[in-house]
């Protein structure tokens, strides 16, 4: 079975600083990884995704993440935050085996502030 | 013009009611699902549906059931609402999941917020 470890609930940080939001998977097979960003009251958006290929992923609003095969992680990075990029953030994997529905991590809510 | 929608977007309504939440996707995906958002925000796939077929049923009570008419729709139907049913509920689709070449990304509506009293 494959879960989803998202390392931090919560992240403060300074407006135009780096960010970086854990994430790590276990699988006993191959997976594809998400991340999914949340604004409040709203639905998911898709940020990015690792299917296969280059191990760095570059998605929306400048964010990108770095599949690790060997410490099993999908951190999501962006070099310098906006107020606007306060949301909460979900790293999740899907399952090929199962109708490729997503297990989701427990989120973790990006606050950025002036 | 929507991809996914959900009606209603708010709904509350009393303990032991029976209650149903729509969900129409006019994207020409063959696979539809249903995520439960609790009170702290933790996602959970409930049901899958592929081609009108239940192909995902995780350990749901019975009380929830996914009714799917045809491929552009994935219905939600909760029968005798308990207070723990209280979440925001998301309606997704994706193309044919056996297109086993590329994973086909899944597409959310804007969730249905259920308060039960």
């Known amino acids: 079975a494959q879960s989803v470890t998202q390392l931090d609930s919560q992240v403060p940080v300074f407006e135009e600083a780096p960010v970086e939001l854990r994430c790590n998977y276990s699988s006993s097979v191959s997976v594809y990884l998400f991340w999914y960003v949340q604004y409040p009251n709203q639905g998911l958006q898709l940020l990015l995704k690792?299917?296969?290929?280059?191990?760095l992923v570059k998605g929306i609003n400048g964010f990108e993440a770095e599949f690790n095969k060997s410490q099993t992680s999908f951190h999501l990075r962006k070099p310098s935050v906006h107020i606007s990029d306060t949301a909460e953030y979900f790293c999740?994997?899907?399952?090929?085996?199962?109708?490729?529905?997503?297990?989701f991590g427990k989120g973790t809510s990006l606050l950025v502030t002036p | 013009d929507t991809a996914v929608s959900q009606t209603p977007k708010y709904l509350v309504t009393q303990m032991g009611n029976d209650k149903s939440i729509k969900c129409e996707q006019n994207?020409?995906?063959?696979?539809m699902y249903w995520y439960k958002q609790d009170s702290k925000k933790f996602l959970k796939i409930m049901f899958s549906?592929?081609?009108?077929?239940?192909?995902i049923n995780e350990t749901v009570p019975n009380r929830f059931s996914p009714k799917s008419p045809d491929k552009a729709h994935l219905n939600l139907h909760i029968n005798s609402l308990e207070l723990g049913d209280s979440a925001v509920y998301f309606c997704?689709?994706?193309?044919?999941?056996?297109?086993?070449?590329?994973?086909?990304?899944?597409?959310f509506g804007p969730g249905t917020r259920l308060t039960v009293l």
């Open positions: 997704a689709s994706s193309q044919d999941r056996r297109k086993r070449s590329s994973y086909n990304e899944q597409f």
């Open positions: 999740a994997v899907s399952r090929p085996n199962s109708g490729y529905a997503l297990n």
């Open positions: 690792y299917l296969s290929g280059s191990t």
């Open positions: 549906y592929n081609n009108k077929e239940l192909i």
């Open positions: 994207l020409g995906h063959d696979t």
